[in-house]
């Protein structure tokens, strides 16, 4: 696992994501790895890898989606809510080649006590792959 940056949460929130996200099946499946928590921000990133790809041999959107909702659903949780995702676009003015390393940023634009607002832009080295906006329904408070 690679080493992950608390950039100033709580540290037993810090550790309780730390595990949450390597245990994660999904994350786990697409490579999905957590760099850096901080209040409201999450970064993560993933090898683009032959299963990436889309039939045209390029990193599927799917993975840019999946990551960008990773990064606003942990920058979410870094701030010790729980947020389950109700609305999400992406726009996608870039494309990942395979052997790149995908890296998607997180954060929270607004934390009310019934909606989250996120967003993300997902980058390869200087490139641009997705940039997303997403709401969340707050559920509640992480439970240490």
Known sequence: MLSVI???IDQNLFDYLIQSVSS??????????????????AELEVQAEKQHTNPMG???????MSIADAAMGNAIRSLGLIGVTVDCSVS????????????????VI????????????????D???GHSKSTFYNTGRIEL
């Open 127 to 129: 490139r641009i792959l």
């Open 58 to 64: 390029m990193v599927h959107g799917g993975l840019i």
């Open 110 to 125: 607004k934390a009310g006590k019934n909606l989250l607002f996120a967003e993300a832009t997902v980058w390869a080295q």
């Open 6 to 8: 608390n950039d100033g």
């Open 92 to 107: 996608f003015p870039g494309a990942a080649r395979l052997g790149e390393k995908v890296t998607a940023r997180g954060k």
């Open 24 to 41: 994660t099946p999904y994350y786990r499946l697409l490579g999905i790895n957590l760099t850096l928590l901080g209040p409201g921000k």
